[in-house]
């Protein structure tokens, strides 16, 4: 079983940052591809980055390439969210996820092929 616990949400203005944090039961050299997701209400979730298995790259959705960064701190089986540049528009609730992956580019995995989840956490930004 794995488990996530996702922090560092909260209330910030536009133009500020966060730092989001994901714990996770599995080190992050393990075959799991991890990745970043957002669901706004009335939304579907989206996809936003993710990180490959094996050491592989970090894929980025188009809208937040420049502003969002991830890594990863195998030492402490942590993962982390960068978002600078914070808009309106990025205003949800944020999950990290992660799934046993045999691909190399973590981009083709979808919402539903993931398998564990954290329990999110809230983003809101101000005009």
């Known amino acids: 079983e794995v488990q996530l616990v996702e922090s560092g949400g909260g209330l910030v203005q536009a133009g500020g940052s966060l730092r989001l944090s994901c714990a996770v039961s599995?080190?992050?050299?393990?075959?799991?591809?991890f990745g970043w997701f957002r669901q706004a209400p009335g939304k579907e979730r989206e996809w936003v980055s993710c990180?490959?298995?094996?050491?592989?790259?970090?894929y980025y959705e188009e809208s937040v390439k420049g502003r969002f960064t991830m890594s990863s701190d195998d030492a402490k089986s942590m993962m982390y969210r960068q978002m600078n540049s914070l808009k309106p528009e990025d205003t949800a609730v944020y999950y990290c996820a992660a799934v046993p992956s045999v691909l190399i580019v973590c981009s083709d995995y979808g919402v539903s092929d993931y398998d564990y989840w954290g329990q999110g956490t809230q983003v809101t930004v101000s005009s």
């Open positions: 599995v080190f992050a050299r393990d075959s799991y591809a």
């Open positions: 990180l490959s298995a094996n050491g592989g790259s970090t």
